[in-house]
Structure formats: structure tokens, C-alpha cells
């Protein structure tokens, strides 16, 4: 018999409806809570990453108290507690050169019940390479009388520099409502390097709203720093700045009026530094009583090329497909930027300005991410086409991260004073934990088989991989990308690094082949994840060191 073309439309067509779909975007919400608000979270091996929240009354149990450290199983997606001493509720932290980490300033108050805390607001938390993939014996180091920072500071920021230390930003000196009232206007480090911090201009200038300052480490080895809407550049070695134009539109972009703030990817061989500002609020009022969680946050992203011509041109203005007040911006390993978290209306902090949900001062948590390419033409950079929507709302003190897996892990969401959980309750303390899973989690993934345990700078490094079939192509892109997964909390994602590597792939697409960044300022010194991308296909990290893995301060 013979078949017309008409009657073969219909056959073609259920073929075509039983054609399994691309895989796309994700959530997975994990069967373990966190047990602990995460507030903030860091990385801090290939199987593991530590949650803080305020020493309160959540859940999760320690030596008969509740805790408020824990160490979340990137494998296993449970969670077991982390004894903490001090409170480190809004503190900052990062890697240092070594691969510990520290955790710095935090809150000075205690919690009825629980008589053993201690005040955070000097305090050092140290969390040394942790060999163990579970954690076992993993414990954090504290000596609060004599590891401590040289002024209070809550609300501070941290970020690695070209030296593998800590350089430590702003805060204040006890527990504010909304502004900085009482500020730390002032620099230090970690491990101390003078007996004095150092005041700053810039920090006295951004009062009232320059809490968390967003900073990134430029590859010449200085510092830009933004806070409410005015940035600067830092030169730590001389002790000088470079005051840079204001944020476009009176857009403040600072705790308690938060957007956030990345460090583009850095691309050899000049690595000419990019920094993208989203989300914050448009707003001349400051006195709390003339805002509300109704406020509407802004849609307006802004960027600037720190060079000479590019500071000169100023910031270039652009637009999220929202408003969003403390959103998250976060690199995936193929040089795009996830936006994600955060609200369409309001402000940080709790119950302080007018017409609060509940507890919350903001309000219409926005549910579906976004990406950012920065390469694409402007006007055609942010996209969130395929994105599911969370389900779950991740306003103020929420985290993010990607991991080493190559997803986000994705937790907290805390507007209240303490663990506010029940029925009707709009932004509860959230102890959910999600990740975002990009579509190459659920197709074939290059590997990268083995790696050196540690990369020294200015060095080429061939290692062992395997491709798919189906991406062992010629005119494959190939990207290779260095990266410090950083510290999340606040709607800032501070020693967030990503900076991409001269890369070859051989003929049999056996062996990869790629050179270090030349010096601990294009990179600073310390922990890295290293991904490989094949035509946006990333595999796994590799977890190496960078540098000699020599305790700070180490100019490599």
C-alpha cells in the first residue's frame, strides 16, 4: 500500500512528540535541611561547604545547644553541626593562601539558653583543609582573647589579595537597626600586618548605607570597592584611592539598600578588568520612615572597564527583566553570570521600615534566575529563557554558590530576629536547601581525569581528560576556567573569581593542556576549582592550589 504524504503528517508528528526533550534548567530540593539559617556560605573542599547563621534557636543540635555552624555534604546533601564559640551572625570570610578558612567580625550578643557564646564582633574563625570527604574530625579553630580583629566590625567584607591574606572592609562597631550609625570605617588584615587599621576616606564618605562593601581584587593588585553609590579604586600598597564615578541614576546598591556586585571574567593575556553592579534601590529618602517594603527595587545593572579610557567613559547602563533588591550574581565556569535571589520590592534588614511583611522589609520574592553574557551585544546580555522558577523564596540572608559539581547550592532566607517558622507566615527563617542544576548535569560530561595537586604560577600543564563523542568536534570551544567559588552572604559574593586560561585540547582528545595566570595578582594565591567547558558542556572541578600553598602573607 501506498502511503500519501498527507497521511504520513500525522505519523511524523508522534514521532516528533515522542522525541525526549533537551534537558534543560533545574531545582532539586534536597530531602536534608540545613538545620542552620544559611546566611552565609563558603566552599571549602571538593565534598563540602559550611553554613553559618546568629547563634539562636535553630534546630540542628551541638553539645546540648543549638548550633549555628554546620558542614553541608556537596555528595550526599546532608548536613551534620560545627561547633562555633563566637557569633557569627553577618560576618564575611574567605580562603586564604594556605586552602584555611577564616571568618571574620560577627554580632556581639548572645541567645537566652545558651550561655557558652561568645561576642563576634572581634572574632577569627578557622577552618583548616579538611582531608576527610565527610568531614570527620573537621573541626573550626577559635582563641577569642587572643585571635581577634583590631576593631568590632559587623557587617564587614573580606576578600583574598595578591598576597593571600585577607584584607578586611567597613562594618560597624554594634548591632545597627538599618544604617551604619556607629561605623568602622576602616581597613585591616588577616593575618595583622600593623598594629593600627587604616582609616578610610571612601568608607567615611559612603555613610550611612556602606555596609558589606562590595570589593573585588584587581589584577594589578589593588582593590575596587563600591559602597552605597560611590566606588573607588584601593591601592593597599601605597594607601591611596582613586575616587571613580558614582553609581548611575542615584541608585544606592549597599546593605541595608542591597544589590550585588562581580568581578567579570578576567581573559589572558591582559585580563583587563570588568565590574558588573546590578539591582539596589533608586531612592533619595533615607530616614526609614519614608520606606517601605513597597519601595520598588530597580532594574538597572551597571558596568565599567577599569582601564584609564574605560574609566573615563563611566559606567555603561543596563537592565535586569525585573527589579530586584539583594539579588546574587554568581560566574558559571563558561564566563556567564547567574542572577539570582532577591525581591522586587523593599530592603535588607528586619522590621524597619514601613508596612513590613511580617518581619520582612522587603516584599514579591522574584523566583526565576536570569543569565548574564557579558559578551553578548547590549540590550541582549540577560536572558532567563528556560529557567525554572525555585518555589521557594530567597530574600534577606539567603546564600548561594556554585559548588565543585558544577551546580548552585542554594540556602537560607531569614527576615526575622530569631528561628520564625508556622502557618501564615510569608518569608519564614527557611531551612530548605536547593541546588540549580544547569543542563549539563544531565548529559555526558567531559572529565578531567587527574590533576596536580598544586599549580604553580607562569607554568604550562598538560593533564589527562575524556570527551564525548559527540564534543570531540574540530572548532570545539574550548574553555578552561580558574576559579575561587568565594563567600556568599548578603547578596555579595566576595572573593568570587574566574579567570580563563590559555587552553589546548589534542588530537585525540586525550590530553588537555593549559597555562597559569603569571603572578598571585591575576589569581591570588590559594584554593581553585578548575573546570573544563566544551562548547558550554562543563565537567566537574578539579580542586587544586594555586601557588605554593605557603600561609599568608606570600607574594608568589
Same mark, same amino acid.
Given at each position: 500500500?501506498?502511503?500519501?504524504?498527507?497521511?504520513? +503528517?500525522?505519523?511524523?508528528?508522534? *514521532?516528533?512528540?515522542?522525541?525526549?526533550?533537551?534537558? /534543560?534548567?533545574?531545582?532539586?530540593?534536597? &530531602?536534608?535541611?540545613?538545620?542552620?539559617?544559611?546566611?552565609?556560605?563558603?566552599?571549602?573542599?571538593?565534598?563540602?561547604?559550611? *553554613?553559618?547563621?546568629?547563634?539562636?534557636?535553630?534546630?540542628?543540635?551541638?553539645?546540648?545547644? !543549638?548550633?549555628?555552624?554546620?558542614?553541608?555534604?556537596?555528595?550526599?546533601? =546532608?548536613?551534620?553541626?560545627?561547633?562555633?564559640?563566637?557569633?557569627? *551572625? %553577618?560576618?564575611?570570610?574567605?580562603?586564604l593562601s594556605n586552602g584555611t578558612m577564616a571568618s571574620v567580625g560577627g554580632d556581639p550578643r548572645g541567645f537566652p539558653g545558651n550561655p557558652d557564646i561568645q561576642p563576634?564582633? =572581634?572574632? #577569627?574563625?578557622?577552618?583548616?583543609?579538611?582531608?576527610?570527604?565527610?568531614?570527620?574530625? %573537621?573541626?573550626?579553630?577559635?582563641?577569642?582573647?587572643?585571635?581577634?580583629?583590631?576593631?568590632?566590625?559587623?557587617?564587614?567584607?573580606?576578600?583574598?589579595?595578591?598576597?593571600?591574606?585577607?584584607?578586611?572592609?567597613?562594618? =560597624?562597631?554594634?548591632?545597627?537597626?538599618?544604617?551604619?550609625?556607629?561605623?568602622?570605617?576602616?581597613?585591616?588584615?588577616?593575618?595583622?600586618?600593623?598594629?593600627?587599621?587604616?582609616?578610610?576616606?571612601?568608607?567615611?564618605?559612603?555613610?550611612?548605607?556602606?555596609?558589606?562593601?562590595?570589593?573585588?581584587?584587581?589584577?594589578?593588585?589593588?582593590?575596587?570597592?563600591?559602597?552605597?553609590?560611590?566606588?573607588?579604586?584601593?591601592? +593597599?600598597?601605597?594607601?591611596?584611592?582613586?575616587?571613580?564615578?558614582?553609581?548611575?541614576?542615584?541608585?544606592?546598591?549597599?546593605?541595608?539598600?542591597?544589590?550585588?556586585?562581580?568581578?567579570?571574567?578576567? !581573559?589572558?593575556?591582559?585580563? #583587563?578588568?570588568?565590574?558588573?553592579?546590578?539591582?539596589?534601590?533608586?531612592?533619595?529618602?533615607?530616614?526609614?520612615?519614608?520606606?517601605?517594603?513597597?519601595?520598588?527595587?530597580?532594574?538597572? %545593572?551597571?558596568? +565599567?572597564?577599569?582601564?584609564?579610557? /574605560?574609566?573615563?567613559? /563611566?559606567?555603561?547602563?543596563?537592565?535586569?527583566?525585573?527589579?530586584?533588591?539583594?539579588?546574587?550574581?554568581?560566574?558559571?565556569?563558561?564566563?556567564?553570570?547567574?542572577?539570582?535571589?532577591? &525581591?522586587?520590592? $523593599?530592603?535588607?534588614? #528586619?522590621?524597619?521600615?514601613?508596612?513590613?511583611?511580617?518581619?520582612?522589609?522587603?516584599?514579591?520574592?522574584?523566583?526565576?534566575?536570569?543569565?548574564?553574557? @557579558?559578551?553578548?551585544?547590549?540590550?541582549?546580555?540577560?536572558?532567563?529563557?528556560?529557567?525554572?522558577?525555585?518555589?521557594?523564596?530567597?530574600?534577606?540572608?539567603?546564600? +548561594?554558590?556554585?559548588?565543585?559539581?558544577?551546580?548552585?547550592?542554594?540556602?537560607?532566607?531569614?527576615?526575622? &530576629?530569631?528561628?520564625?517558622?508556622?502557618?501564615? #507566615?510569608?518569608?519564614?527563617?527557611?531551612?530548605?536547601?536547593?541546588?540549580?542544576?544547569?543542563?549539563?548535569?544531565?548529559?555526558?560530561?567531559?572529565?578531567?581525569?587527574?590533576?596536580?595537586?598544586?599549580?604553580?604560577?607562569?607554568?604550562?600543564?598538560?593533564?589527562?581528560?575524556?570527551?564525548?563523542?559527540?564534543?570531540?568536534?574540530?572548532?570545539?570551544?574550548?574553555?578552561?576556567?580558574?576559579?575561587?567559588? /568565594?563567600?556568599?552572604?548578603?547578596?555579595?559574593?566576595?572573593?568570587?573569581?574566574?579567570?580563563?586560561?590559555?587552553?589546548?585540547?589534542?588530537?585525540?582528545?586525550?590530553?588537555?593542556?593549559?597555562?597559569?595566570?603569571?603572578?598571585?595578582?591575576?589569581?591570588?594565591? $590559594?584554593?581553585?576549582?578548575?573546570?573544563?567547558?566544551?562548547?558550554?558542556?562543563? !565537567?566537574?572541578?578539579?580542586?587544586?592550589?594555586?601557588?605554593?600553598?605557603?600561609? @599568608?602573607?606570600?607574594?608568589?
Amino acid at each position: 500500500m501506498k502511503l500519501s504524504s498527507i497521511s504520513l +503528517i500525522p505519523l511524523l508528528a508522534s *514521532f516528533a512528540a515522542a522525541a525526549p526533550a533537551a534537558p /534543560g534548567w533545574r531545582f532539586d530540593l534536597k &530531602a536534608e535541611r540545613s538545620g542552620v539559617v544559611a546566611l552565609e556560605a563558603i566552599v571549602v573542599s571538593p565534598t563540602l561547604a559550611i *553554613f553559618f547563621d546568629r547563634a539562636s534557636d535553630d534546630p540542628l543540635q551541638i553539645n546540648n545547644h !543549638s548550633a549555628w555552624g554546620a558542614l553541608w555534604n556537596l555528595e550526599t546533601s =546532608t548536613v551534620k553541626p560545627l561547633d562555633v564559640v563566637t557569633n557569627s *551572625f %553577618c560576618a564575611s570570610g574567605a580562603l586564604l593562601s594556605n586552602g584555611t578558612m577564616a571568618s571574620v567580625g560577627g554580632d556581639p550578643r548572645g541567645f537566652p539558653g545558651n550561655p557558652d557564646i561568645q561576642p563576634g564582633l =572581634t572574632g #577569627i574563625r578557622l577552618f583548616e583543609p579538611c582531608a576527610s570527604p565527610t568531614g570527620d574530625g %573537621c573541626t573550626l579553630f577559635e582563641d577569642p582573647q587572643n585571635l581577634h580583629l583590631l576593631e568590632p566590625r559587623w557587617y564587614p567584607s573580606s576578600i583574598r589579595i595578591f598576597d593571600g591574606s585577607l584584607l578586611i572592609v567597613g562594618g =560597624t562597631h554594634v548591632n545597627e537597626n538599618f544604617y551604619n550609625l556607629h561605623p568602622a570605617n576602616s581597613f585591616e588584615f588577616f593575618p595583622r600586618k600593623e598594629d593600627k587599621p587604616r582609616p578610610s576616606a571612601f568608607l567615611e564618605r559612603s555613610l550611612p548605607a556602606n555596609l558589606f562593601p562590595r570589593i573585588f581584587a584587581l589584577p594589578d593588585g589593588k582593590v575596587f570597592m563600591v559602597a552605597n553609590n560611590q566606588s573607588i579604586i584601593y591601592d +593597599i600598597e601605597a594607601n591611596t584611592e582613586e575616587i571613580l564615578p558614582d553609581i548611575p541614576n542615584n541608585v544606592r546598591v549597599t546593605n541595608p539598600i542591597d544589590g550585588s556586585a562581580i568581578l567579570l571574567p578576567l !581573559s589572558p593575556p591582559d585580563y #583587563i578588568p570588568e565590574v558588573l553592579v546590578c539591582g539596589g534601590t533608586q531612592t533619595d529618602p533615607l530616614d526609614p520612615s519614608q520606606l517601605s517594603s513597597q519601595t520598588p527595587a530597580t532594574t538597572q %545593572c551597571s558596568r +565599567i572597564t577599569l582601564t584609564e579610557e /574605560g574609566i573615563a567613559k /563611566g559606567w555603561q547602563v543596563e537592565h535586569m527583566l525585573e527589579p530586584r533588591t539583594m539579588p546574587e550574581l554568581v560566574h558559571l565556569p563558561n564566563g556567564q553570570i547567574l542572577i539570582a535571589n532577591g &525581591a522586587r520590592s $523593599g530592603f535588607a534588614a #528586619i522590621h524597619q521600615v514601613q508596612d513590613p511583611i511580617g518581619n520582612s522589609n522587603s516584599d514579591h520574592a522574584v523566583l526565576v534566575p536570569s543569565l548574564y553574557t @557579558p559578551d553578548a551585544p547590549l540590550g541582549q546580555r540577560i536572558s532567563n529563557a528556560g529557567m525554572p522558577s525555585s518555589g521557594i523564596a530567597r530574600v534577606y540572608h539567603s546564600s +548561594i554558590t556554585l559548588t565543585p559539581q558544577g551546580n548552585f547550592l542554594i540556602a537560607g532566607s531569614n527576615p526575622n &530576629a530569631n528561628t520564625t517558622v508556622g502557618p501564615g #507566615i510569608k518569608f519564614p527563617s527557611e531551612f530548605r536547601v536547593q541546588t540549580l542544576d544547569p543542563p549539563f548535569m544531565f548529559v555526558e560530561r567531559p572529565k578531567i581525569l587527574n590533576a596536580p595537586k598544586k599549580l604553580a604560577f607562569g607554568k604550562t600543564f598538560t593533564v589527562p581528560i575524556s570527551v564525548p563523542s559527540n564534543l570531540a568536534r574540530p572548532g570545539a570551544k574550548v574553555q578552561v576556567s580558574l576559579m575561587d567559588l /568565594g563567600f556568599s552572604t548578603h547578596a555579595f559574593h566576595s572573593s568570587a573569581r574566574l579567570v580563563f586560561l590559555d587552553a589546548t585540547i589534542s588530537r585525540d582528545h586525550k590530553s588537555l593542556t593549559f597555562t597559569t595566570p603569571p603572578n598571585g595578582r591575576i589569581f591570588p594565591p $590559594g584554593p581553585a576549582t578548575v573546570f573544563l567547558t566544551i562548547d558550554d558542556v562543563t !565537567s566537574e572541578g578539579a580542586w587544586v592550589m594555586v601557588g605554593s600553598g605557603n600561609p @599568608p602573607p606570600t607574594l608568589e
